[in-house]
């Protein structure tokens, strides 16, 4: 028994220590977007995603906006196996100061079919640290081209 009450008395102890018996902080006021409004540019979180891809904006060092285009227009576009949305995407990728990647980054997009008589396609496009980061990723069922920065 005395052995039990040990553990017991540990495991409390590593709950008080790491803070999982505290309550929740306050958000600040003025930290949330309002609903129907989207946050400035400056907010963005890397590898995010907007719907707005012709604007404009200035990122931190180190974050680049990729377009991602599909044609047909509404294909799901995958991040690193994680769906962000429907193309046109714009995603936010980290990089380094001389515009290349800093980890391998797989953009998939995946094309439903319209009816019965064709199948569903998904393309692939691997991109490494030896790659510069381009401007647009444009796919189509038959695979991906990149656009580079300007």
Known sequence: MKLSLLQLAVFVTLLVVAGCTSTPKPVPAGTIAPQGKTPSANSEIPGSTRSSPARKSTLPEGEYAVLVTSDPDGGTVVVN????????????????????????????????????????????ELLTPLDRIPATVRFTPTGASRVARK
């Open 81 to 124: 196996g994680i769906p962000v949305g429907k193309a046109p995407q714009r995603i936010v990728l980290p990089g380094t100061a001389h515009g290349f990647f800093r980890d391998q980054v797989s953009l998939k997009v995946r094309f439903i079919a319209a009816d019965a008589t064709r199948p569903s396609e998904t393309v692939e």
